[in-house]
């Protein structure tokens, strides 16, 4: 199983961008495809985006479509959560988490569920 740590979060305006990274240290980090949740204060965690183990697919909440793009860099372990134009209901506790996946299941979306979890980065978009 892997172990993720998500970086990458901050205070800014709104209109700006940010860029979390979500990134693990054992090269089965590539079999997995890889997701991430927000949560506000008083609200339910929510799926923002996912991309597929090979980079391949990805998959996004209406909410963010068109704003926030998904990358993901096999050598560095990396995945990259780019968010553009931000609002302040973009405000919130970003969770990168994974899922295992078969070598040849390219499918992006992720379950409920999924097995493997980071500590989370805050994000506060200011107006």
């Known amino acids: 199983q892997v172990h993720l740590v998500e970086s990458g979060g901050g205070l800014v305006q709104a209109g700006d961008s940010l860029r979390l990274s979500c990134q693990a240290s054992?090269?089965?980090?590539?079999?997995?495809?890889v997701g991430w949740f927000r949560q506000s204060p008083g609200k339910e965690r929510e799926f923002v985006a996912s991309?597929?183990?090979?980079?391949?697919?990805?998959n996004f909440a209406d909410s963010v479509k068109g704003r926030f793009t998904l990358s993901r860099d096999h050598d560095k372990k990396t995945v990259y959560l780019q968010m553009n134009s931000l609002k302040p209901e973009d405000t919130a506790l970003y969770y990168c988490?994974?899922?295992?996946?078969?070598?040849?299941?390219?499918?992006?979306?992720?379950?409920?569920?999924?097995?493997?979890w980071g500590q989370g980065t805050q994000v506060t978009v200011s107006s």
């Open positions: 054992e090269r089965s980090f590539r079999s997995y495809a």
């Open positions: 991309i597929s183990n090979s980079g391949g697919s990805t």
């Open positions: 988490a994974a899922t295992l996946r078969d070598p040849f299941d390219t499918r992006a979306t992720m379950p409920s569920h999924p097995e493997v």
